[in-house]
């Protein structure tokens, strides 16, 4: 990992054709590239001799490296300089990942600390191509020399998708490239939670897939799942591929289905429902009801003065369990708060009159009364049952998405076309958020956003502590870390790693008598904890669950995170935010829904050395109060946002 004094230049050339800029990465023209790589072998081999004359005096050429094509990623490969003679080596198994990388000559200057990157290009042509095993799959591994020198790595092609689809059987196609014909392929089914699978030998070509009902049926690890569907080539035991299949002349809507089997069998009855992904990947979603739940969904009464809220199944921690305290205490509504059982934070309130368990006969009940859901994410977490038309009375409720933030970064999947039955509300925290965000991207009318403020901001408190005892380290995921060991290599972790063992941070918390606490996302969470296991950090970790997210955000008064949006909540306190975006450009690589200055409010550090002066800066202030101008995030800044969305649900009501 480069040093975080150390400067980082990508030399460009600049050329104007009339009134254009034209803007172009420099070179260093080599004579030759020459790559190899041994039978069974991971690593390759790379020789070239770049001549003195090329270089400047002051500086020399100390390493070669690989750069991602968005130039967001930088790798340094183990060098040998020798006089114009340079040997490298590229251990494949190490890439954070297999896109397409250029090859760069990293050139120092000791005297200014400054690291130059320079492309390489090869007036020979470079001749390698060549299958090779990373983490038991197969890669075609390739090098171009134009227009500058180019590692191209992908998957062997494999052509497959669903032709066509009915209750009883799936027809596929199935053509990989003839690298895998040495190996067994299957159709897989497997369950979500549990990853069991149930799988059927096929072959090449186009073949009749007969859905195995009973056999899914015994994969199911509770009442209500999904079962993804994947083409899985397997060495022996060993899975050297594992693909999603495509069914791309399907419609994609997140409550609706393509198939529909009901199963009747025992005194349940169980349905199948094949579904799509925002991909287009199939997948069955599945529920199962007793006799008795489902007399009870269908002699149910909707009945208007009847709300169900939730959030995450799993969670009571957001603006769905605050939405749920103050009916309880401000109103005659009978709310209901549904939570698995089993969830951490199930404890916490399992004592409080309308908290029902997930799938519990009280859940019933409810789900088959209620008239208004309320969830901060899709509907199917507060349902025992399939969210999509003809399921009891489903398409006669109201539907309102409380959310779990203020939109405005990443891209979210919540597009009005994405649903049959669309959120009938939507609540927001600004008229900019509304404007910009759900009307503009998302394609809802007005008349359907309400700008309210979300209810979790009622129990922040406005006026920040005097002093400065807490800092809170908050990051955010990565979502192209998909493997541990994609973790384990990647710039996020290390970076993070970094930072908690920074000598820097450290002599500040002891300067300034600072407490510095850190609380990785959920998904980070059992990473880091091993990592920091066996460091001497002076920095705590907290574990998940071991307080909310809104109590850990209360109790401190500095706020370090990169994207996540709980700087909303903690900008709504007045409280100073610090933001570290060392990889901003990948983070917002599929583009960002409002520019950077109307949705980061506060100091962004771009590396490490520049994170720990913000730090210090801040703490040489000695106060935790940080005034900045709110009104692009939110409209009102005060502790009745439960009563505003109160009041809109219940005019949308009269509207309907």
């Known amino acids: 990992m480069q040093s975080p004094s150390t400067t980082q230049y990508l030399m460009l050339n600049y050329y104007w054709m009339g009134q254009r800029l034209t803007v172009q990465p420099q070179h260093i023209e080599v004579s030759y590239v020459n790559v190899t790589t041994m039978v069974n072998e991971t690593s390759l081999h790379l020789n070239t001799e770049v001549e003195v004359s090329e270089t400047e005096a002051d500086q020399r050429l100390v390493h070669l490296a690989l750069v991602n094509s968005d130039m967001s990623v930088i790798q340094t490969l183990p060098t040998t300089v020798t006089g114009a003679f340079i040997h490298s080596q590229l251990d494949v198994e190490t890439l954070e990942d297999l896109t397409n990388k250029k090859l760069v000559a990293v050139f120092e200057n000791p005297s200014t600390e400054t690291n130059i990157y320079v492309m390489l290009k090869s007036r020979q042509r470079i001749n390698f191509k060549a299958c090779m095993r990373v983490q038991d799959e197969i890669y075609e591994l390739t090098v171009k020399k134009s227009p500058s020198v180019t590692f191209v790595a992908k998957k062997p092609k494999v052509k497959m998708g ?30 979500r939670a549990s990853q069991q699978r149930y799988e059927i030998p096929i072959t090449r070509g186009e073949q009749d897939i007969t859905i195995p009902y009973n056999e899914l049926e015994t994969l199911k690890s509770s009442p209500k799942n999904i079962i993804d569907i994947f083409i899985t080539i397997y060495d022996g035991e060993t899975i050297i591929r594992k693909d999603k299949i495509k069914f791309k002349l399907g419609d994609y809507k997140k409550d609706n289905y393509l198939t529909y089997k009901a199963l009747e ?14 991909f287009k990947n199939i997948k069955f979603e599945s529920f199962e009801l007793t006799d008795a739940q489902y007399h009870t969904l269908t002699t149910g009464v909707k009945d208007p003065n009847v709300w169900l809220i939730g959030e995450r199944t799993d969670t009571a921690q957001d603006n769905g369990i605050q939405l749920f305290y103050w009916l309880k205490q401000h109103t005659d509504i009978e709310a209901y708060y549904v939570i698995d059982a089993e969830a951490k934070d199930y404890a916490h309130i399992k004592h409080l009159e309308g908290v029902v368990p997930f799938g519990s006969a009280s859940h019933f009940e409810v789900a088959a009364r209620a008239k208004v859901l309320v969830s901060t994410h899709d509907l199917e977490n507060i349902l025992p049952y399939k969210t999509a038309r003809g399921f ?37 925290s600004s008229q900019a958020e509304k404007d910009d965000v759900v009307i503009d991207r998302l394609g809802y009318a007005s008349e359907d956003v309400a700008v309210t403020g979300l209810p979790r901001f009622d129990r922040l408190p406005l006026e920040p502590a005097d002093d400065i005892t807490k800092i809170l380290i908050m990051p955010t995921w990565r979502d192209w870390l998909n493997s541990d060991y994609a973790f384990s290599h990647s710039d996020y972790l290390n970076n993070y ?13 002891e300067k300034y008598h600072v407490e510095i ?25 907290v574990e998940l669950g071991e307080q909310t997210v809104q109590s850990l955000l209360i109790d401190h008064d500095i706020l370090i995170t990169d994207y996540s949006s709980v700087s909303f909540d903690f900008s709504y306190m007045h409280k100073p935010v610090l933001f570290y975006h060392f990889d901003v450009e990948r983070f917002f690589r599929k583009g960002i829904l409002r520019p950077v200055e109307e949705t980061f409010i506060g100091k962004i550090a771009y590396n490490q050395k520049g994170l720990i002066n913000q730090i210090e800066s801040v703490l040489k202030q000695q106060k935790a109060r940080e005034d900045q101008p709110l009104d692009l995030i939110f409209d009102q800044v005060d502790h009745h946002n439960c009563e505003r969305v ?5 005019y949308k009501l009269k509207q309907l």
Do not use: W
């Not at 790693?497 to 918390?509: E, F, G, I, M, R």
């Open 162 to 191: 669903v032709n066509a689809v009915s209750p009883e059987q799936l027809n596929i196609f199935y053509q990989p490239h003839s690298i895998y014909d040495r190996y067994q392929s299957y159709f897989t089914f497997e369950e």
């Open 265 to 278: 069998r025992e005194g349940k009855r169980a349905y199948y429902m094949l579904t799509l992904t925002p």
């Open 392 to 428: 009891f009375g489903y398409e006669d409720c109201v539907r309102i998405f409380l959310q779990h933030g203020v939109m405005g970064r990443k891209y979210v999947e919540y597009d009005k076309a994405n649903y049959d039955l669309p959120f009938h509300l939507v609540h927001v």
């Open 497 to 509: 790693l970094s930072l908690l063992n920074d000598p820097d941070l450290a002599a500040l918390s």
């Open 517 to 541: 606490n850190f609380y990785p996302h959920y998904r980070a969470q059992a990473f880091f904890k091993e990592y920091l296991a066996e460091s001497e950090s002076l920095v705590n970790y």
């Open 646 to 650: 109160y009041e809109a649900i219940c």
